[in-house]
C-alpha cells in the first residue's frame, strides 16, 4: 500500500480542488492508496465534502494562526515551511504531492529541509500557464533553480502546460500529462436537434468574476450584438463568486448600456446540471487557461462551445468541429461567433453532439483515474 499526502493550501471552491476530491477519494478506496489531504491554511468549503467522500482532511490547530498572520508575511511563510516538513516527518508518507503554485514553493523548500536521507517521492501538479513567472521574477529563479529539481514527476493537465514545464528546464521523462476527469455520463443530456431552435436562446458561462476570465470581453460582445443584432433573442446566465469587487463594476455597465434584460450574474451555482441543462450555447472568454473544468462539463452537456485560443482549451475545442476559438481580449470576434452560431441551430446541434463524444472518449474520469494509478506505480518503482 501506498501512503499518499496531499498538499494545498485549502479546499476552496476550484477546478483543482474538485479534481483532488473526484480522483483521490476514489483511489483511496482501492487497497493499494492510503491517501489524505493536508491544508495548512484553512479547511475550505470543500472539506466536508471531501470527508463525505472518504478522503480525509487535516489542517493542524496551528494553521489557525498562520492565517491571521496575513500581515506578517515572511513569518507567515516561514511557519508554513515548518509546517509542511514536520507533517511530513511525522506521517513518513510514500509519495508527497503537491497542487497549485504556493503548496509547491512551501512543499519544495520544507522537503529541502529534511535532508536526504529517507525523503518521500515528490511529486507536483502545475494546473495553469506560467504567467506567474513574468509577474514576479525571484518567484521564477526560486521555482525553476530550486524547487523543479526535487520533483521526481511533473504533471501537467494540458500538454500547453507541459511545453511550459519543457521551457522551464523539465525533461520530457520527469513531465507526466493528466488531463482533468469528471463523470461524463453524470451531464448527458440526450438533447434533439430541434431544442436549438428554441427561442429566446439561453447562453451560459461559468467561472468566479476574475478579471482574467474575460467577462469585461463578454460584456462587451454583448452590447456589439444589441448595437448591431437586435433581431436576435438571448439571455446570458454568468455563475461564479464575486472577485476583486468586479461583480459591482459588471452591474454598472449592463445598467449603462440597458443590458439587463440580456444578461444576469446569478453568483455561486451548487446545481451546474441543470444550469447547464438551460443552455443552447456555452462561452469562456478567459484570457489564460489549464485545462477548464466547465468547458469539460459543457461538452459533456452536448453543448456548442465558444472560447478563447489559449492554453489548453484548443486540446478541447477544435475550431468548427465541436465549437469555435477565438482570439482572447477581442469582443468583436466574441460577438460575430455568438451571431454565427445562434443563426445556425443545426449546427450548434452538431458541435454539440461532437463534443459529447470528445469528452466521454478523452475527459471521463476513468482515464484520469487510470493516469494517477500509473503515475504513483511508476514513481514508486
Given at each position: ?5 496531499i498538499?494545498i493550501d485549502?479546499l476552496?471552491v476550484?477546478?483543482?480542488e474538485m479534481?483532488?476530491?473526484r ?6 478506496q482501492?487497497?493499494d ?12 468549503a470543500l472539506?466536508?465534502?471531501?470527508e463525505?467522500n472518504g ?7 496551528i494553521?489557525?494562526i498562520?492565517t491571521?498572520l ?6 507567515k511563510q516561514?511557519?508554513t515551511i515548518?509546517?509542511?516538513?514536520q ?12 497542487f497549485l503554485l504556493r503548496?509547491y514553493?512551501?512543499s ?9 536521507k529517507?525523503?518521500p517521492?515528490f511529486i507536483?501538479?502545475?494546473?495553469n500557464?506560467?504567467?506567474h513567472?513574468q509577474k514576479?521574477?525571484l518567484?521564477a529563479v526560486?521555482e525553476t533553480?530550486?524547487?523543479h529539481?526535487l520533483?521526481d514527476?511533473?504533471?501537467?493537465n ?7 514545464l519543457s521551457?522551464e528546464?523539465i525533461a ?5 500529462l493528466?488531463y482533468n476527469g469528471?463523470d461524463?455520463?453524470?451531464f448527458?443530456?440526450n438533447r434533439?436537434?430541434?431544442f436549438y431552435h428554441q427561442?429566446?436562446f ?9 478579471s482574467y476570465?474575460g467577462?469585461?470581453d463578454?460584456l ?5 450584438l ?6 436576435l ?5 454568468i455563475?461564479?463568486?464575486d472577485e476583486?469587487d ?5 452591474q454598472?455597465f449592463i445598467t449603462a448600456h440597458?443590458?439587463v434584460?440580456?444578461i444576469e ?8 446540471l441543470?444550469?447547464?441543462a438551460k ?12 485545462l477548464?473544468n ?7 452537456a452536448?453543448?456548442p ?6 492554453g489548453?482549451i ?5 475550431h468548427?468541429e465541436?465549437g469555435l476559438l477565438v482570439?482572447?481580449?477581442?469582443p468583436q470576434q466574441?460577438?460575430?461567433a ?5 443563426a445556425?441551430?443545426?449546427?450548434m446541434?452538431?458541435?454539440g453532439?461532437r ?5 466521454d ?8 483515474l ?12
Amino acid at each position: 500500500m501506498k501512503k499518499i499526502l496531499i498538499i494545498i493550501d485549502a479546499l476552496d471552491v476550484g477546478g483543482a480542488e474538485m479534481d483532488i476530491i473526484r480522483n483521490f477519494s476514489v483511489l483511496n478506496q482501492e487497497a493499494d492508496f492510503d491517501m489524505s489531504v493536508f491544508t495548512y491554511h484553512h479547511r475550505g468549503a470543500l472539506a466536508d465534502l471531501s470527508e463525505e467522500n472518504g478522503l480525509p482532511v487535516d489542517l493542524p490547530k496551528i494553521g489557525k494562526i498562520i492565517t491571521l498572520l496575513q500581515k506578517l508575511p515572511l513569518i507567515k511563510q516561514l511557519l508554513t515551511i515548518l509546517l509542511i516538513r514536520q507533517k511530513i516527518k511525522q506521517d513518513r508518507p510514500d509519495i508527497i504531492h503537491s497542487f497549485l503554485l504556493r503548496p509547491y514553493f512551501y512543499s519544495a523548500i520544507a522537503y529541502l529541509l529534511m535532508g536526504k536521507k529517507n525523503r518521500p517521492i515528490f511529486i507536483m501538479s502545475r494546473l495553469n500557464l506560467n504567467f506567474h513567472q513574468q509577474k514576479y521574477p525571484l518567484m521564477a529563479v526560486i521555482e525553476t533553480k530550486i524547487c523543479h529539481p526535487l520533483c521526481d514527476k511533473v504533471v501537467g493537465n494540458s500538454k500547453a502546460i507541459l511545453q511550459d514545464l519543457s521551457d522551464e528546464g523539465i525533461a520530457p521523462h520527469r513531465q507526466y500529462l493528466i488531463y482533468n476527469g469528471i463523470d461524463t455520463t453524470q451531464f448527458t443530456m440526450n438533447r434533439k436537434a430541434s431544442f436549438y431552435h428554441q427561442k429566446p436562446f439561453t447562453l451560459t458561462a461559468i467561472g468566479n468574476l476574475h478579471s482574467y476570465k474575460g467577462y469585461d470581453d463578454l460584456l462587451n460582445a454583448v452590447q456589439i450584438l444589441q448595437a448591431k443584432s437586435q433581431e436576435l433573442q438571448f439571455k446570458l446566465l454568468i455563475a461564479g463568486r464575486d472577485e476583486s469587487d468586479n461583480l459591482a463594476r459588471y452591474q454598472q455597465f449592463i445598467t449603462a448600456h440597458k443590458l439587463v434584460p440580456y444578461i444576469e450574474f446569478i453568483g455561486h451555482c451548487d446545481d451546474i446540471l441543470s444550469f447547464l441543462a438551460k443552455s443552447h450555447l456555452h462561452l469562456h472568454p478567459s484570457h489564460t487557461e489549464g485545462l477548464p473544468n466547465a468547458i469539460i462539463e459543457a461538452m459533456s452537456a452536448e453543448l456548442p462551445v465558444i472560447a478563447c485560443n489559449v492554453g489548453g482549451i484548443p486540446e478541447l475545442i477544435t475550431h468548427q468541429e465541436n465549437g469555435l476559438l477565438v482570439e482572447p481580449c477581442a469582443p468583436q470576434q466574441l460577438a460575430d461567433a455568438i451571431k454565427t452560431l445562434l443563426a445556425q441551430p443545426e449546427t450548434m446541434y452538431r458541435y454539440g453532439q461532437r463534443g459529447k463524444q470528445k469528452a466521454d472518449a478523452c475527459f471521463h474520469i476513468s482515464n484520469s483515474l487510470a493516469a494517477y494509478r500509473q503515475l504513483y506505480g511508476e514513481s514508486a518503482q
